[in-house]
């Protein structure tokens, strides 16, 4: 998942969050970002959610919608994205939570994994690994 600007995540998220579809005005104005920047990010958009175990749907008039095609692959980058964009207003099972995954990846990586790598991963700080 390399590569995607931090935009894309978080448009992912929101759509993640979603039940139905949601208009490209609406989801440009909870990103704080304009229309057209939200319709010129589609295709990368497209291809992250293929990446993370989910479709990106279009409906002409009604919005976006992800249709989630792994769910083990998809629940992990959500919960990831979760923990990534509530840093905000973290409580502590959010912190036991990180935690957690942290520790995980670090314990069933077979071979050599830097700060840098667990925290692109998992959508963190290396301060926040530390």
Known sequence: MNGFKNRIRLLFYILALQNDYIRAKDLALKAGVRERTIKSDMKDLAEYASQSGAQLV?????????????????????????????????????????????IRRILTEESYMTIEDVAEELFLTKSAIR
């Open 58 to 102: 279009s409906a002409k008039g009604t919005g976006y919608k992800l249709l989630v095609k792994d769910e083990k692959q998809f629940d992990y980058i959500r919960n990831q994205l979760h923990m990534y964009y509530s840093a905000m207003g973290i409580n502590q099972n959010e912190v036991k939570n990180r935690c957690n995954a942290i």
